[in-house]
């Protein structure tokens, strides 16, 4: 099935923070996958690597539910307000790191 859009061409241009979530078994949205858009965010990128995790039933495993808590946690603590903040900021634009 072909798609409307491609998100990849499209990611530059977001401006908003995003969370990658990466089952690294999933044979249908393959990690490199993930990570080919993490790397073409326009906005603030968080990546994480789910293991031993696939495509279906993400969230049955409680390191998914941790990694979203952990990042608005870091979304509602103002990331941009503080030192450590920028630095983040400047480390993770347009990259994605693989937790």
């Known amino acids: 099935m072909q798609s409307r859009y491609n998100p990849a061409l499209m990611a530059p241009m977001v401006s908003a923070p995003a ?24 906005g603030i990128v968080k990546t994480v690597l ?12 409680a390191e998914f539910w941790n990694s979203i808590g952990e990042y608005l946690i870091t ?11 920028s630095a983040a900021l400047e480390s993770s634009r347009g990259k994605s790191s693989v937790r």
């Open 75 to 85: 979304l509602d603590q103002g990331p941009l307000s503080s030192a450590a903040g």
């Open 19 to 42: 969370l990658f979530l990466l089952a690294e078994k999933d044979e249908v949205t393959p990690v490199k996958h993930g990570l080919a858009l993490a790397s073409r965010w326009g």
């Open 50 to 61: 789910l293991p031993g995790i696939g495509h279906r039933g993400l969230e049955d495993h």
